[in-house]
């Protein structure tokens, strides 16, 4: 069972966390870099932000949404 955990940890110290090790030694060269990841989730939830805000404003122009307290049967 041991050698079990061990193959695991391997898997991930040696192979999928070693582009992860590359980008923390860069950060001292090179700081905006080393937070590429970081920088492309924040695009991603930017985006994902104004399209959700679009979608609403699209909905409560139109009039569809259900504002009335009891929409909701927990509400009640």
């Known amino acids: 069972m041991k050698a079990f955990f061990e193959g695991i940890q391997s898997l991930f110290v040696d192979f999928l966390f070693k582009p992860l090790d590359g ?3 860069l950060e001292l060269s ?3 870099a080393a937070n590429t990841i970081n920088w492309i989730f924040m695009i991603i939830c930017a985006v994902a932000m104004v399209y959700w805000i ?7 122009e139109a009039g569809t949404e ?3 307290t009891t929409a ?5």
């Open 30 to 32: 090179y700081w905006f």
């Open 72 to 76: 909701h049967s927990f509400l009640k």
């Open 66 to 68: 259900n504002q009335d």
């Open 23 to 25: 980008l923390r030694s």
């Open 54 to 60: 679009k979608q609403l404003r699209i909905f409560d």
